[in-house]
């Protein structure tokens, strides 16, 4: 009877262990939260604040872990989603600062962590978890040895093709995987053509007001250098209308009348904000 009594208690602490580990729906509510945060940054207009802002966050969340019993991998994806943020916005005003190696590679060794510590788990972990992997592998690549680097600029893909399989009309993943189809180079799998067919995807499947504004966001600038202006500009509209006093966006638009997209203004930064100062 006693080994009976064991055996029942460690499978309900097994169970509990699982429930505490992944993310549950409860829970996804936090991480739809979070993202919901993301848009209202671009209604700051200052990077250095949007950085302190996402301290503050950051904080405000490991108090919610602790209080509300936070599982594990939602804990690492709210924590990624927040330091992704925080870490473009300093690249925004210092592309070379020291701080942006330790803050976004730290959150990949946990993100890898996370994943080889529950290799047999695996179908349990969540398309968020995935993504952000995704994500915040693609902002370490440059801090890491070019060989490795290769290697590890395919496994984005891999994560953004997991994410998908788990909801193939995520809107987030489908935007930042047609990022990365639209960056990568033909030999490795990327096409601007099937990258353009992604971010439409995500704008037809944009739900929340945050994937409403990103998706339309990347349809209105790969449209805009395909020269289809017409159809940019209505995605543009599309993409502030999420969230009124978008100042990004506004600063997007002042790109655009310019005659560039962000695509160009990302390796042409310098020229183009002359440009908008004269």
């Known amino acids: 009877m006693n ?3 064991k055996a029942i208690f460690q499978l309900i602490l097994g169970i509990f262990c699982l429930f505490s580990l992944f993310c549950t729906p409860d829970e996804e509510t936090l991480i739809l939260e979070v993202f919901d945060f993301r848009l209202d ?3 700051v207009d200052s990077n250095s604040k949007c950085v302190e802002l996402c301290d503050k966050k950051i904080e405000e969340c490991r108090a919610r872990f602790e209080s509300e019993n936070i599982g594990e991998e939602t804990r690492i994806i709210v924590e990624n989603i927040l330091a992704q943020e925080k870490y473009n ?3 925004a005003d210092f592309p070379k600062s020291k701080e942006l190696k330790p803050l976004i590679t730290d959150r990949y060794s946990k993100t890898k962590d996370f994943l080889d510590k529950n290799k047999e788990l695996s179908s ?3 398309k968020y978890f995935y993504v952000v992997a995704g994500d915040v ?5 440059q801090f890491l040895p070019l060989s490795k680097a290769m290697n590890e600029g395919l496994q984005i893909k891999v994560y953004y093709e997991k994410a998908l399989e788990l909801d193939p009309n995520f809107s987030y993943c489908l935007a930042n995987y047609g990022q990365w189809l639209y960056h990568a180079p033909g030999f490795a799998g990327g096409s601007k ?3 353009l067919e992604c971010f ?3 704008s037809e499947n944009a739900k929340t007001p945050f994937e409403i504004y990103y998706a ?3 349809v209105s600038q790969t449209e805009f250098e395909n020269k289809n202006y017409e159809e940019a500009s209505a995605a543009l509209e599309k993409s502030l209308s999420a969230r009124e006093g978008n100042v990004y966006m506004t600063f997007i638009k002042r790109i655009n009348d310019l005659g560039y997209s962000i695509f160009y203004y990302i390796p042409n930064r310098e020229k183009v904000d002359k440009m908008l100062a004269e």
């Open 89 to 91: 916005n300093i690249y």
């Open 124 to 126: 349990d972990i969540s």
């Open 41 to 43: 940054l671009c209604c």
């Open 137 to 141: 592998l693609s902002s370490s690549l």
């Open 3 to 5: 080994s009976l009594k």
């Open 200 to 202: 439409h995807k995500a």
């Open 216 to 218: 339309n966001f990347l």
């Open 193 to 195: 053509k099937t990258a």
